[in-house]
Each structure stands twice: as structure tokens, then as C-alpha cells.
């Protein structure tokens, strides 16, 4: 979905009622810019960035055999 919105002069802009919807934003969200492939990007805030994260390790972890594994190296090289 794709819509439009003019910057005002304090550089400021309306988010379009569809996107509103789309991301169920309501009035007082905190709402995150970023710059993703050159393209600005509009996110909501989470709930709790703690739940947002949880996860976003376990690939790293897999690559390494495990968390077990890994701590089991681990505390055998310290002897």
C-alpha cells in the first residue's frame, strides 16, 4: 500500500488514515524512522522492547552447537 502525505514547513507530516489502520496507530504512539535499502521505513513502537528481542539470538547460537555445547567448551577451557 502505498500513499502519499506534503511535509509542512516545520518538516512535519500526517500519516495517512490507511496506514494508521494498517499498523494500528492511535493518537500519542511512539512511532521508529529508519533507513532500510534506501528507503525510510515507519514502525510502532513494541510493547516492550525485552519481547521485540527475544529470539534474535538463537541462529547465533545454533551456528556455535548450542547453547549447552557452547558453555560446555566453554567452562572446560577455564580448567
Do not use: N
Request: net charge positive; hydrophobic share 35%.
Amino acid at each position: 500500500m502505498a500513499k502519499s502525505s506534503r511535509l509542512t514547513r516545520k518538516c512535519q507530516v500526517t500519516v495517512p488514515k490507511e496506514i494508521r489502520r494498517a499498523l494500528r496507530l492511535k493518537e500519542g504512539d511512539t512511532v521508529y524512522f529508519a533507513i532500510e535499502e534506501g528507503k525510510a521505513v515507519l514502525r510502532p513502537a513494541p510493547d516492550s522492547f525485552a519481547k521485540a528481542l527475544r529470539g534474535l539470538g538463537k541462529d547465533a547460537w545454533r551456528s556455535l552447537g548450542g547453547a549447552e555445547r557452547f558453555l560446555r567448551r566453554e567452562r572446560e577451557s577455564w580448567e
